[in-house]
């Protein structure tokens, strides 16, 4: 084999060795530091308060007249615990840095966010291994939660209330 070509195969093996070392740090960044969910919920095509999961029993001036102003915990291993809703966003998971820290094996370090929107709580799943669900529904792209739906983390479920 030529010095050439046996040059150009050590360059690739090497390319291709740097690009499996790169894809790995962005998992592991990406599993460490969540990802940002405010842009993600810009560009997602969100559903009406009014087609969402939970809110078909409730007629639209019900909708508009109550707000959430705290999340409760309704199972799992803190059930009662109750957390004002006065920021703009709340974090979940297994981190100790989340609002609600969720200790289940089922829950990721970043799981799920709760982020308000032009008057709306969505919930989006930060790409978690067990997933985040809205009345039974996996959540796959940020999806508004009215008042009183459960929605689960592991084993833990929450609802947001006034």
Same mark, same amino acid.
């Given at each position: ?63 508009? +007249?109550?707000?959430? @102003? ?5 199972? %799992?291993? #803190? =059930?009662? !615990?109750?957390?004002?809703? $006065? ?37 989006? +799943?930060?790409?978690? @291994? ?5 009345? %039974?529904? #996996? =959540?796959? !792209?940020?999806?508004?939660? $009215? ?16």
């Amino acid at each position: 084999m030529s010095e050439l070509a046996l040059f150009l195969v050590r360059t690739g093996f090497l390319v291709l060795l740097w690009i499996f070392i790169f894809s790995i740090i962005s998992v592991i960044r990406a599993d460490l530091f969540g990802q940002k969910v405010v842009s993600r919920v810009a560009q997602a095509n969100v559903p009406a308060v009014f087609s969402s999961p939970g809110a078909a029993g409730a007629t639209p001036t019900q909708q508009l +007249d109550q707000k959430a @102003t705290k999340l409760v915990v309704t199972g %799992g291993d #803190k =059930v009662g !615990t109750e957390i004002a809703l $006065s920021g703009r966003q709340l974090s979940i998971g297994r981190a100790g840095d989340s609002d609600l820290i969720v200790d289940d094996e089922y829950a990721s370090t970043h799981h799920a966010k709760l982020v308000f929107i032009n008057g709306e709580w969505l919930i989006q +799943d930060l790409d978690s @291994t067990n997933g985040t669900f809205l009345e %039974g529904q #996996k =959540v796959s !792209t940020p999806q508004t939660v $009215s008042m009183n739906a459960a929605v689960r983390i592991g084993q833990t479920t929450f609802e947001l209330r006034a």
